[in-house]
């Protein structure tokens, strides 16, 4: 009987998560936002907000799991990718707990951990569209790693949406403002950017802000659009996107089950827009579509105590509190960078 504390820290949420022999049993966060439209993400000033939630966060999870802290035996924490600055509060809080209870540190690589938190709902191997703040992939297993089969080429889809956001006025996450309101929206044409595998959102940003300014500005006569119709287009066009280059992974290498992860899966139009491609495959290969629920989509600690049980269970980037000095961050790990030595 193993219990697992897992860490997360790469970017917004500090979140701690309890896991007990492969069940959720605690899965506690706090986010980092903005109200007005003004604020973005500033590095230092997220880790200052994690290090002020830290202990409150800690609490509150051992006793959501019902648990003293001395019944810890693994402690997770989230590795990397992320923000140099919240991964150094993550490290320093996992490392600073194993020393004071002498149990073992798991480092774990944050991409990778929303994938296998998909055991938790049944994909055994499924075909990841990951859509979150930082990274959008299409992830899939093949001979030992987690290999990328599509990416964006530049920005991550959430934190476009969340610049869209921020330069409409509508703060930050935008994710959810835009969902609520493109649902009163119509289309407008906004370019398409899928180049092979790959997608790239830049371009399409410009194009969505220079629409808003025209708006702002009311300096052309001929616009027959307003923010809903932008919000909707901008979701119908960039979330076809990310279902047409995960069919064609799914194609490819032939897996049988689709699986969603990261904060923008929450959005129910890219859900069901992902549930309708998987449905329309019957003719070819049944897929199984799964989508964790929201508290597990989303950046928490409970993903990070889920693969850091596995990856103990099978010594997989496992040190003792006593060789503590040799983990550090890995700002920038790939997801193809982790060796998959547990499967
Ligand atoms: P993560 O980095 O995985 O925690 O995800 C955070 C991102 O998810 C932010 O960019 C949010 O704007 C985005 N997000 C959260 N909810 C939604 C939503 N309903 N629709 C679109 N994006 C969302
Ligand atoms: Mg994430």
Same mark, same amino acid.
């Given at each position: ?5 897992g860490? +997360?820290?790469? $970017?917004?949420? @500090?979140g701690i998560g309890v896991v007990?022999?492969?069940?959720v049993?605690a899965n ?33 999870a ?53 994938? +296998? ?13 990951? $859509?979150? =703040? ?14 990328? @089969? ?9 934190? @476009? ?20 309101? $493109? ?12 180049? *092979? ?24 006569? +001929?616009?027959?659009? !307003? ?11 960039? /979330?076809?996107?990310?279902?047409? !280059? ?7 290498? =032939? ?7 990261? *904060? ?22 049944? !897929?199984?579509? /799964? ?9 928490n600690g409970a993903?990070i105590a /889920? ?5 103990? +269970? ?25 060796? !998959?030595?547990?499967?």
């Open positions: 009987m193993a219990i697992i504390l860490i +997360e820290s790469t $970017a917004h949420t @500090f007990k022999n492969g069940k049993i506690v966060k706090d986010a980092f936002s903005t109200s007005d439209g003004e604020g973005g993400m500033i590095p230092i000033e997220v880790a200052k907000h994690h290090v002020t939630v830290k202990d409150e966060i800690y609490l509150r051992l006793e959501e799991a019902k648990i003293s802290e001395n019944k810890i035996d693994v402690i997770a924490f989230s590795q990397g990718p992320g923000l140099a600055p919240c991964l150094l509060e993550g490290m320093k809080f996992a490392k600073d707990l194993s020393l004071k209870l002498k149990k073992p540190l798991v480092g774990v690589n944050h991409c990778v951990a929303h994938l +296998e938190i998909g055991r938790s709902v049944g994909a055994k191997d499924p075909v990841m569209l990951y $859509a979150s =703040g930082a990274n959008t992939q299409v992830i899939a297993y093949a001979s030992g790693k987690y290999r990328v @089969f599509g990416e964006t080429l530049d920005v991550g889809v959430g934190n @476009f949406i969340d610049t869209f956001a921020r330069y409409v006025g509508l703060g930050f996450p935008g994710g959810p403002k835009i969902e609520k309101i $493109a649902r009163d929206g119509k289309y407008v044409e906004i370019p398409y950017t899928v180049k *092979g595998m790959d997608i790239a959102l830049s371009g399409i940003l410009t194009n969505l802000k220079q629409k808003f300014d025209k708006i702002k500005n009311f300096d052309d006569k +001929e616009i027959n659009y !307003v923010l809903e119709d932008l919000s909707y287009s901008l979701q119908e066009t960039v /979330f076809a996107m990310l279902v047409e !280059v995960s069919e064609r992974a799914l194609a490819h290498v =032939g897996k049988k089950e689709f699986l969603l992860g990261g *904060g923008v899966a929450c959005n129910s139009r890219l859900q069901e827009m992902c549930k309708k491609m998987c449905d329309s495959r019957k003719d070819f290969e049944r !897929v199984k579509y /799964f989508c964790p629920e929201r508290s597990l989509l989303v950046d993903m /889920f693969l850091g049980e596995i990856m103990f +269970e099978k010594k997989a980037n496992v040190f003792s509190y006593n060789g503590l000095d040799k983990v550090d961050i890995l700002p920038k790990q790939r997801t193809d960078d982790v060796e !998959v030595i547990w499967r």
